[in-house]
């Protein structure tokens, strides 16, 4: 290992400069990798090499740890918790049949990576949470290096799980294994990059991509009380709407409630001018408004600038639209996002 400047020219080239505790993570990062190399052939290493990095959503977790992925490990793999456990479930398909088949695919995974990466740890099944420990647990006695991220601290995954008392040997071997850093703050760094954007994106896949480090689906469909409706993109975190596709179809507000409740981020692109002859498009959005504005839901409208004072051109609903614009105006401005930070 060289030094904590090669991390740090990698976030330079993403034009990132860490934060003090985001800083302080990395230099402790340095210290304990440095440990991990001091082994010899007589002196068994006791440091697995592994870290749990938890704390605050958007505070830079996955930032900070694909970046010392890229830098440091050229034999490693980066997945999402989700897509993680998919592949273990598709690897346990596999070798059904097998004796012990939970090793086999621990000794399969060990083949391909020295090192791994999984994002957005958190337990929510309890068929995951009876697979995980075993696998983590068998790759690290491989000489396997993860690297985790989550939002909880270890001691609060699965918390209140069906039969977790099965779970808490694994988390007794994450405390014991794992180099367990909080990665403490309150700013969430998808909020600020976010509330600076002030105008349409002329690719709002570029920047969903950049901004949300999970996969996500282009040109799907979602469900929302057992219907189907058109949507530009989605993954677990957000939903990507069309104003002229999704409004347009027969939706009313216990779909926008459904929806605020389901998804931390909305973005709605494809707008355009509407008069009286939208009328049933209008009430849509205005009921869509006001009620994720009182869900203080987060989102992001692309726009250009200006737009707003010719969004709606009809008389039938000037009073209605009155309240929405004003709202439009607010959920538009930096101060939304980060006033929804604070609270």
């Given at each position: 290992?060289?030094?904590?400047?090669?991390?740090?020219?990698?976030?330079?080239?993403?034009?990132?400069?860490?934060?003090?505790?985001?800083?302080?993570?990395?230099?402790?990062?340095?210290?304990?990798?440095?440990?991990?190399?001091?082994?010899?052939?007589?002196?068994?290493?006791?440091?697995?090499?592994?870290?749990?990095?938890?704390?605050?959503?958007?505070?830079?977790?996955?930032?900070l740890l694909k970046a010392i992925d890229s830098s440091y490990f050229k034999n490693s793999g980066q997945f999402h918790f989700l897509e993680f456990?998919?592949?273990?479930?598709?690897?346990?398909?596999?070798?059904?049949?097998?004796?012990?088949?939970?090793?086999?695919?621990?000794?399969?995974?060990?083949?391909?990576?020295?090192?791994?990466?999984?994002?957005?740890?958190?337990?929510?099944?309890?068929?995951?949470?009876?697979?995980?420990?075993?696998?983590?647990?068998?790759?690290?006695?491989?000489?396997?290096?993860?690297?985790?991220?989550?939002?909880?601290?270890?001691?609060?995954?699965?918390?209140?799980?069906?039969?977790?008392?099965?779970?808490?040997?694994?988390?007794?071997?994450?405390?014991?294994?794992?180099?367990?850093?909080?990665?403490?703050?309150?700013?969430?760094?998808?909020?600020?990059?976010?509330?600076?954007?002030?105008?349409?994106?002329?690719?709002?896949?570029?920047?969903?991509?950049?901004?949300?480090?999970?996969?996500?689906?282009e040109s799907q469909k979602f469900i929302v009380n057992d219907r189907s409706f058109p949507c530009e993109g989605r993954s677990s975190k957000f939903?990507?709407?069309?104003?002229?596709?999704?409004?347009?179809?027969?939706?009313?507000?216990?779909?926008?409630?459904?929806?605020?409740?389901?998804?931390?981020?909305?973005?709605?692109?494809?707008?355009?001018?509407?008069?009286?002859?939208?009328?049933?498009?209008?009430?849509?959005?205005?009921?869509?408004?006001?009620?994720?504005?009182?869900?203080?839901?987060?989102?992001?409208?692309?726009?250009?600038?200006?737009?707003?004072?010719?969004?709606?051109?009809?008389?039938?609903?000037?009073?209605?639209?009155?309240?929405?614009?004003?709202?439009?105006?607010?959920?538009?401005?930096?101060?939304?996002?980060?006033?929804?930070?604070?609270?």
């Amino acid at each position: 290992m060289q030094d904590i400047e090669i991390v740090l020219e990698n976030l330079a080239s993403q034009e990132v400069t860490p934060d003090q505790a985001q800083q302080l993570f990395l230099e402790a990062f340095i210290e304990f990798d440095y440990k991990y190399k001091q082994t010899s052939f007589f002196r068994k290493n006791s440091n697995p090499g592994s870290i749990y990095l938890w704390g605050p959503v958007g505070r830079g977790k996955t930032l900070l740890l694909k970046a010392i992925d890229s830098s440091y490990f050229k034999n490693s793999g980066q997945f999402h918790f989700l897509e993680f456990m998919q592949l273990i479930h598709n690897s346990l398909f596999e070798v059904s049949k097998n004796k012990n088949p939970l090793a086999l695919v621990a000794k399969k995974i060990a083949k391909n990576y020295d090192m791994l990466f999984i994002d957005e740890f958190q337990i929510e099944d309890i068929a995951d949470a009876m697979i995980i420990g075993s696998v983590i647990e068998s790759l690290v006695s491989k000489g396997i290096r993860i690297m985790l991220s989550s939002n909880s601290h270890p001691n609060n995954l699965y918390k209140d799980g069906l039969q977790r008392n099965k779970f808490l040997p694994a988390i007794e071997f994450i405390q014991s294994n794992f180099m367990i850093f909080n990665l403490e703050g309150s700013e969430d760094y998808r909020l600020r990059d976010i509330a600076l954007i002030r105008s349409y994106e002329p690719d709002v896949k570029e920047f969903l991509g950049k901004t949300f480090s999970e996969e996500w689906a282009e040109s799907q469909k979602f469900i929302v009380n057992d219907r189907s409706f058109p949507c530009e993109g989605r993954s677990s975190k957000f939903l990507w709407l069309s104003f002229q596709e999704f409004f347009s179809e027969p939706c009313g507000s216990k779909d926008f409630i459904d929806i605020a409740k389901n998804y931390e981020w909305l973005f709605i692109s494809n707008f355009h001018a509407c008069d009286d002859q939208h009328l049933d498009k209008i009430r849509r959005f205005i009921s869509f408004i006001d009620i994720t504005y009182q869900e203080r839901q987060k989102m992001k409208l692309f726009y250009a600038d200006g737009f707003l004072t010719d969004f709606y051109q009809g008389t039938q609903l000037k009073l209605l639209w009155e309240r929405s614009e004003s709202r439009l105006h607010e959920i538009s401005s930096e101060s939304y996002l980060k006033n929804l930070e604070k609270n």
